[in-house]
């Protein structure tokens, strides 16, 4: 295992092919799920192999990304005529994209909270195995002081016990090196967004530290975390929904915000009712020279009822969410009090039949 998580670190990719005998592919060895098992570094890879889809046309890149999001791994083998060529990552897919987002940043970070200097490498371990990462923040007082690389910590855990355990110095014992403290991995990181400003396309690709208005820090953006936002793996086909009014000034990441935000509420309305349909109308209105402001109107369509709401803004994704959370929380309030009545009706027949 050390074999494979050295390898990791010193090519930075997320997933290490491994192949049979014949030189054929036979799975990947996942950098989360190495994390996950906190296997021994002397563990042979097949403990902990998956089966992995091969990417024969790199070049596709919105194909490689649909497979991420459908395996759930960080990265695919890239395989021509039969022979393992090397590895598409979830980075170099967002890279070759050059995806640019108009949204804030808010919009693509998942939320957390700082690990600080003097905590376990073992928290860092699960945080990064659990959520999927590939940096995790540290910070003393809520002010960044560097991140702890998802290769670094699988090179610490996996790489460095054996090295050292060779030279004597201590036994390649993976719970001591757990409880380390991660301030002894910690590396500066340049990558820094507002977050409400929009992140540049390599903040996407290669992940960013997202900071409030005074430097503390509420989440990073993960390049894997957000291609599985971005590109649902099934609910777009299976429910009925229906957003007007994308256009191409709006950019990819900012539609497919939009289309996931739809997505899930139409996904949580149809689990507690009959949805018949979810309408999005997205209408821009220019307003001074290039900036457009927008308007729109979302209504949900039930088997016994019709819900619709409103909103304005700047920021298409914002007043997307905004129109959205309204209709739902509309849609929410009717659906409690017709629960509530049933409660009460129940409860009423209960005390007359006595």
């Not at 201590?170 to 002894?184: C, H, I, N, S, T």
């Not at 935000?261 to 999005?280: G, H, M, P, Q």
Request: overall charge positive.
């Amino acid at each position: 295992m050390s074999v494979i998580a050295s390898r990791m670190w010193e090519l930075e990719v997320p997933v290490v092919p491994v192949v049979d005998s014949e030189s054929k592919l036979a799975g990947v060895v996942s950098i989360f799920t190495l994390l996950r098992s906190r296997l021994q570094p002397g563990t042979k890879a097949k403990s902990i192999l998956e089966k992995a889809p091969a990417v024969e046309d790199p070049s596709d890149l919105l194909g490689a990304a649909r497979l991420f999001v459908k395996t759930g791994l960080p990265g695919l083998p890239v395989v021509r005529e039969g022979r393992v060529e090397g590895v598409i990552s979830a980075r170099v897919v967002l890279k070759g994209l050059s995806l640019r987002s108009t949204a804030p940043s808010r919009h693509l970070m998942h939320q957390l909270q700082p690990l600080s200097p003097e905590d376990s490498v073992e928290k860092a371990r699960k945080l990064a195995a659990e959520v999927g990462l590939r940096i995790v923040p540290v910070a003393r007082e809520g002010r960044l002081e560097g991140v702890v690389r998802v290769y670094d910590l699988v090179n610490f855990l996996y790489s460095t016990p054996l090295r050292r355990e060779r030279l004597g110095e201590v036994r390649g014992d993976a719970e001591y090196f757990l409880d380390q403290p991660v301030k002894k991995i910690v590396v500066p990181y340049p990558r820094v967004v507002r977050v409400d400003a929009p992140p540049s396309p390599d903040d996407i690709a290669e992940g960013s530290v997202v900071v409030d208005e005074n430097g503390g820090v509420v989440g990073v953006i993960s390049p894997y975390l957000l291609l599985r936002r971005l590109f649902p793996a099934v609910e777009e086909a299976a429910l009925p929904v229906r957003i007007e009014g994308l256009d191409e000034r709006i950019d990819l990441i900012s539609q497919r915000l939009i289309v996931r935000k739809c997505t899930e509420t139409a996904r949580d309305i149809s689990r507690r009712a009959r949805l018949l349909s979810f309408n999005v109308v997205v209408k821009p209105r220019e307003r001074g020279g290039e900036r457009r402001r927008y308007e729109v109107r979302a209504t949900v369509k039930l088997d016994v009822d019709v819900f619709s709401a409103s909103a304005e803004g700047w920021d298409p994704v914002s007043t997307v969410y905004d129109a959205v959370d309204a209709v739902y929380r509309s849609f929410s309030k009717t659906k409690d009090r017709s629960r509530d009545r049933r409660i009460d009706l129940a409860r009423l027949r209960k005390r007359l039949s006595f």
